[in-house]
């Protein structure tokens, strides 16, 4: 039976995930924007929402509780959507005039732009329901709709993705055709808008994003991708650019309506990985994989077995973001506290089913844990990026007492004094390295 044309055609507000995304690639290539990862998921879904051959389709407009579920807000308030409103009307995009290349003096032309002019929100006369509307910057337009050079792909692919992997997602969808792209690193990081503090141990930039992205990719998207290093390295052996393989993907799994997703956590792995009944060393189908068990093993002092770890990991998985999980030596470092914490209390109870004890406080803690690290990230006012207050915790755990580390309201008293004394003594003399300073004194009388 043929629909109507009118049943066919969708509604203003409706989200179809096999709506497409037309981009030009001057905007596919913007580079270190601070999107969040709901804003550049909210602004892959408004290009799915204008016709790119329409300039009247311009103004885009969401149902409250579609709007709610796109930005991952938990409760909605006034407040909140203003607060969502002003940030999102404060991003910008940074592009490259036609050339695309330096002057004799080293400078190149670009022009900045906000992306949005206006956000509304208002309720329906017709059918009482509140709406968002939201309508990109007339400096953008010829970004959006005056296209000659762009990609094209179906919406849902990027709705499960982190804004990292999504834009690592365009970056190569971009070259899909032409079956490979070719990158210095410095440029990828721009496109994949990392900041300039993060992830610069290579180690950490291979788990972080590429492997990660391959990952991520090869699950919920059309197409899947390997890398290599290529070129010439720089001194001390720095990779500087980077080839990616490019290729159909159909072992993926996709998703037909916004219902169907949970924005705050996509299950990156799931059920882990595919486990063989069978004793002998070959027991996971995936290499990398089986190196990272092996070593978590360690963390527990090899007293669990490979299919056990398996488990504990698929439990920090549920719990943990995905980009923190990804970090194998994070990982490590937190089941190892935990093992220390469950060896600590075995001196003073029995505990009949170690590794289900383990079970229990990996789960139950993961999120604590990060929430903890925050907490003693406002110790130090915040001067101190996530990964540095975590060695910071790992110092007071090796010098204070269990009970005392244990406790967060006395280990955040316990570094916040530290903080302050370090403050005191920087008005007296000049601290050069202040975090240096400050792990030196955590777990010392002051």
Sequence with gaps: MTRSKKSQKQKNWELLTDNKVSKAHALNEIRNSRMTTSQARLFAIYLSKVDPRNKETREVTFRLDEYAKIMEFSKVNTTRLKR???????ITVTYW???????SDGTQGFVMCQLFKRFKFEKNSDDGEWYVSIDCHDDTLHLIFELTKYLSYPLWNVLPLTKNQQRMYELLKQYEKAGERVMKVNDLREWL???????????????RILDACKIALARNTDIKFLWEVTGKRGRGGKINALRFTIEKNTDYTRKYTLDDYNFKQEALHNDGVKLIETKSANVCDDLEYMKRINYLME??????????MVELDG?????????IWLNTEYCYNYLEERYTYMENQSRTRRISDRLGYMKLIVEYAAMQYIERIEFLMDACKYEFDFEETVVLSDKMRETMKPSDFLNANVSYHHLNDRYKYMDLQGKKREIINRFNYLSSIVGKEI
Excluded: H, P
């Design 84 to 90: 969502t409103a002003e940030e999102l009307l404060s």
């Design 193 to 207: 808008w990392i900041e300039q503090d993060e992830y610069l141990r290579w180690d950490n930039f291979k788990t």
């Design 299 to 308: 963390a527990c002092g090899g007293e669990f077995t490979f299919a056990d």
């Design 97 to 103: 005039d036609d050339t695309g290349e330096y002057s």
């Design 315 to 323: 439990k920090m998985s549920k719990n943990m973001d995905v980009e």
